[in-house]
């Protein structure tokens, strides 16, 4: 359960700093664990981002102090770390559906958010599928553009439409979804739309090829219409086979997700029997 653990202690780490100008990479560093992976798998288990959870809380916060003492707006967004009042107010109003000067005035309702208690149970006899493959290292051909954690969920998809509406698809089908993060603590991370690299072929303008080094690999299968499949089994790995794993631990900031040829499929990705697999890297520990 160490993995497990780690999330509680982060929960706490933040519960304790909330008014301070903490961020992920500051809790991360707290708990010993590469923000490239604490921020996929805190997300995945809780359902929102670490800057989510934190700006929710101070604004919950905020709003208790607000409605239940003389404090001022001024006051308030220099304690929950806002730069002028206005940002705070906009902030505020997002949250609670109403201005600070509204709530306090017309005495309207405002919102709370709870602070997080997490709890992962494993259940007896569930089963979960994987094999450890040792993989030479392989180089693949394909678009690349960086992305921040914090806005990656929304922003990826939108990466995977415009390869194909731009019509690079044509070169690069898309076997391969890869997030790169070698320093498994910067801001931003790598992420390639990429095939098997041909070296007997020219290299298209707008194109790279990146080697993916030999590792020994935590192979996961998905069986299923995109994009559920990968999110139930990326939930799985979070919450059931990395709190019960004893022998192995993450070995680099590599993430691979391949796709069979949609094509092969009545539907497409769309199709209950489409096949994907999740890579994770992974060392004796």
């Not at 004893?246 to 096949?275: H, I, R, S, W």
Request: aromatic share 14%; with cysteine.
């Amino acid at each position: 359960m160490e993995w497990a653990e780690a999330i509680r202690k982060a929960v706490a780490y933040i519960e304790s700093h909330i008014t301070e100008d903490i961020t992920m990479y500051e809790v991360a560093k707290h708990i010993n664990i590469s923000p490239f992976y604490f921020h996929k798998g805190f997300s995945i288990l809780c359902g929102y981002s670490i800057a989510e959870y934190i700006r929710n809380r101070r604004m919950s916060l905020a709003g208790g102090e607000w409605i239940t003492s003389d404090i001022t707006v001024m006051e308030l967004a220099i304690k929950y770390g806002y730069d002028s009042p206005d940002s705070f107010t906009k902030a505020f109003t997002r949250f609670h559906g109403h201005t600070p000067l509204t709530v306090r005035r017309d005495k309207t309702m405002i919102k709370t958010f709870a602070p997080l208690k997490l709890t992962i149970s494993l259940k007896g006899g569930s089963i979960m599928e994987y094999r450890i493959v040792k993989k030479e290292g392989f180089s693949v051909l394909g678009v690349s553009k960086m992305f921040c954690y914090e806005n990656a969920k929304q922003e990826l998809p939108l990466f995977w439409q415009e390869h194909y509406t731009s019509g690079k698809g044509e070169e690069v089908c898309g076997m391969f979804g890869i997030n790169i993060d070698l320093q498994m603590g910067n801001e931003t991370f790598e992420y390639l739309i990429a095939d098997v690299y041909n070296p007997s072929k020219d290299i298209p303008d707008g194109f790279v090829v990146k080697t993916i080094p030999a590792f020994t690999w935590a192979v996961f299968p998905c069986r299923g219409a995109l994009p559920h499949s990968l999110q139930d089994v990326n939930t799985k790995i979070f919450s059931e086979w990395l709190p019960a794993l004893q022998e192995y631990e993450f070995a680099a900031g590599y993430c691979v997700e391949m796709y069979d040829t949609p094509n092969k499929y009545p539907n497409g990705t769309k199709d209950d029997n489409y096949y994907t697999e999740i890579w994770l890297p992974v060392k004796k520990k």
